[in-house]
């Protein structure tokens, strides 16, 4: 009887996302019980996400209850602690909360205020009578915290910033971004050039790299290669380089790129759903039309059509694949791999991206025209206006692009790989194509 | 590299990455317009300068010319001098094959060099420096003892003098390497008729071309006159595909003037006798810049020396360069009567040997034109059975030593070949003036102009990107927006 009470009880009170209690009973502890016996504790959230300050509210409230406090919460622009003296409160906790750069944890800042009146102090009403205490905590932040901590203003594909993350010697040929290693965590760049392949952080900084064998390879005039960061059985990092057999698998352990296998089919893109495998055309550096969700070097191509790139959309969507195809023209493919829509004018380099979190992906996509300075645009299908942002000239030639949350706000961003002169050479700047509205000015 | 954008110019990026853009594949077909259909398949043979570029569709060279000099072809690496400049070890790519599949080995490499010094080759000042091509080219059976196949991949080449510049002839389309079925290794193959009257010719794309497959999916080449290549640029699309043009003269909007190469010699034949000083004052005194200016239609520059500028390192100092000879006064000279023999194919020496016939008359000296077709006209150039002939030598070696190597065979054999070879090889670049002086009065020839082709691309034609020594690879051609058929 008694479990079946706590049982019900647990229904009845579900709990609060893991991320906000975690934190919430970590600022709890941090503060610690009433000290002698002064539990009348006003609460103040402050400064947080709208969506986010009443269940932390809630999440506190319940922590530092559980530590034998009367909370009592203070709502309100006015300043929480006059108007905490003037309810009779013992305290006040002013706590400030978000995520902390990396996007991987939630953090808590509370400034836990004595209020109660002094008897030595009753001629200096507005004296604190014991020194404020700065308390602080984090937690990881789960995709539900993410979610809640998305700021104020939401995401518009309209509203876009461009920043270079890092430059990489040579030219990139593919790019993709996911989590490579699997834990959730953060997501990391696979940039995959003739020669190397390159793991970077989010942020744009060089966690790994390793250099990629040229014998065996057949020449091709265009250099080309597929990139996709997965589950690809022994690692979690896949790449085909045109011209090669096959494709390689690398893990990500100890700070480098190890060798895991090899793959009889070029890793297009993979997602939460599923991974799509594909061919070089041979001899080019083309795709032939080889779509598949598993590895079959057998697998006849569905046409004689041949792709310059396919991507999907990490978070799935009415089209969660597109393919290129000759003179600009995407193929925006269904679950299925049916053809959803097209759109022409796509340059070389793009990705599926759900910029603005609608649950459908934009298209960025550089504009690829020759004799035109290369533009970044982000194209919604089926929209009104059909280019919701075209950027300002970007220097450079952009070849390639992937999607992925790389800010960590929960919602997609693009990488693009734009090729420009450097050092009597080439280089490749990744340019980070994002609606975050932390980002975006 | 076209239409790039001014920061990723001249970079060692291919075309279409520069342009922001990626080949396309699909369905591309070059059509490849000439002034007139190509009459010499023989990379070894031809000596049309329109015929050598065109040999690029099916041939590959062991090297090749890039911005920052010589670059591997077919060849693993550029080969190093060895022994003092007198020896050379090339060394393939592994797996290189033939248009046909076969396989294209150290034997093959070596077999196509040795043909080059087979006697009546016109371009056997490639093989002339080689151990024992002299004996070979006399006439002895075999191959030069200086060629041997070490390995599968692997010749050493020995030379008789010291040619440190002698990798600058692998970058030749002679030194193209042939199979003994005739296939080269170039982006294309085969030469299949496409109208009924075989005006234009197809090759496929070859899968097995050692810079990979090319872009386009076959390549024509055939004859169009200007008028009929303007409209078919103007429509885009030509009948046999998409156009590229390569004349002396623009055919449209975005023509691309390759450098000027060919350079015309008057050369004195040795039956002049004691007229020879009287021409040569004559000749001496030919106004070359309007030459150049007025009769030639394509890129051209007048010869101040030599070689022309496309050939030569640096600009000559200006000491050294030849001072424009002066007009001179009329004077009364000996009646003196001679021919000028001129290629009977080429309009534009035509036009040229007519203007020297008037400029001699001027000077006192009768002439007469004789014109013929290229079977006649180098056997008898090469006997010395003219009187004064206008000689064009497509100079093909990006070096001087080897480019003058070329002028020297031409005009006076292969005795001349060898000197001017030794004489202007590493030579620093202060002294090359005046030894190019000495050698044209050795080779008692008169510099004229030297002229050069366009190339003409439809709009539509991408990766368009001449090499600094005019040669193009046609497999880097490709298609935007799917205008090809």
Known sequence: ?441 | MTRLRAALAGLLLPAAAAAGVRPTYCGCDLAIGLPAAPRQWDPARAMDPVDLLALGVHHATPLVVAPAGLAPGLLAEVPEPQAGGRAFRLVLKPDLRFADGTPLGAADLAASLARLAQPGTPHGWIALPIDGADAVLDGRPGAPAGIQVLSDREVLVTLSFPLPDFPAALATIPAAVVSARGFGAGPFAGARPVRADGAFVQARANDACAQGRPFADTASLGAVDPRGAARQLERALSEDGLLLVLRPEAAGPGAVALPARTATYAALGPRLGAAADAVRAALGSIDRAELARLYVRGPSEPLATLLPSAVLPAPLPAQAAAPAPAPGPRRAAPAVRIALLVLSASSEQRAVVQRLQVKLFDRGIQSSIETADAERFWPRVTAGDYDVALVPVPLLAARPAIAAGEVAWALRGAAAARRAMASLSALPPSELGPALQALARDLDAIPLFASGLRATPAPALQGLAPRPDGTIDFGDLWVWQGASR
């Open chain 1, 1 to 441: 009887m008694c479990l079946a009470l706590l049982a019900f009880a647990l229904g009845a009170a579900p709990a609060a996302p893991p991320g906000l209690a975690g934190v919430a009973e970590a600022l709890a502890a941090e503060i610690g019980p009433p000290p002698e016996g002064r539990r009348g504790l006003a609460l103040a959230v402050e400064g947080v996400a709208p969506a986010l300050a009443p269940p932390l509210e809630s999440a506190l409230a319940a922590a530092l209850s559980r530590r034998g406090y009367a909370v009592s919460p203070l709502r309100g622009a006015a300043d929480p602690e006059p108007r905490a003296r003037e309810a009779g409160a013992d305290w006040v906790v002013r706590v400030r909360g978000g995520l902390a750069p990396g996007r991987t944890e939630i953090a808590l800042v509370g400034e836990l205020i004595p209020t109660w009146s002094s008897f030595f102090l009753q001629r200096r009403p507005g004296v604190r009578p014991v020194p404020p205490r700065l308390v602080q905590a984090r937690a990881a932040a789960d995709p539900e915290t993410l979610l809640l901590a998305r700021p104020g203003r939401a995401a518009d594909a309209s509203r876009v910033a461009i920043r270079v993350l890092a430059r990489v010697p040579g030219r990139v040929l593919a790019l993709a971004v996911g989590d490579p290693v699997g834990d959730g965590a953060a997501s990391a760049i696979l940039a995959v050039t003739a020669g190397e392949a390159i793991l970077l952080s989010g942020g744009g900084a060089r966690l790994a790299s390793r250099p990629l064998e040229l014998a065996g390879r057949r020449p091709v005039r265009d250099p080309a290669a597929t990139a996709a960061i997965g589950d690809f059985g022994g690692g979690r990092l896949a790449l085909a380089v045109a011209g090669e057999p096959a494709g390689r698998v690398f893990a990500w352990q100890g700070g480098r790129l190890e060798p895991a296998g090899t793959i009889a089919a070029a890793p297009l893109c993979a997602t939460d759903g599923g991974r799509i495998f594909g061919a070089f055309a041979p001899g080019k550096g083309l795709l032939a039309d080889v779509l598949s969700p598993t590895i079959d070097p057998e697998a006849p191509p569905r046409s004689g059509r041949e792709w310059l790139a396919v991507a999907a959309a990490p978070r799935g969507g009415p089209y969660p694949v597109a393919a290129l195809g000759a003179g600009g023209r995407l193929e925006l493919l269904r679950g299925d791999l049916g053809t959803a829509g097209v759109l022409d004018g796509v340059g070389a380099g793009f990705a599926l991206a759900d910029l603005d979190g609608d649950g459908t992906a934009e298209v960025v996509a550089s504009t690829g025209t020759p004799g035109t300075p290369e533009r970044v645009r982000v194209l919604e299908y089926g929209a009104a206006v059909a280019v919701a942002f075209e950027s300002p000239p970007i220097a450079g030639a952009i070849l390639a692009g992937a999607a992925g949350d790389v800010t960590g706000d929960g919602i997609d961003d693009a990488v693009l790989a734009a090729v420009v002169a450097a050092d009597g050479g080439v280089a490749t700047d990744l340019l980070l194509v994002t609606a975050d509205p932390r980002v975006v000015p």
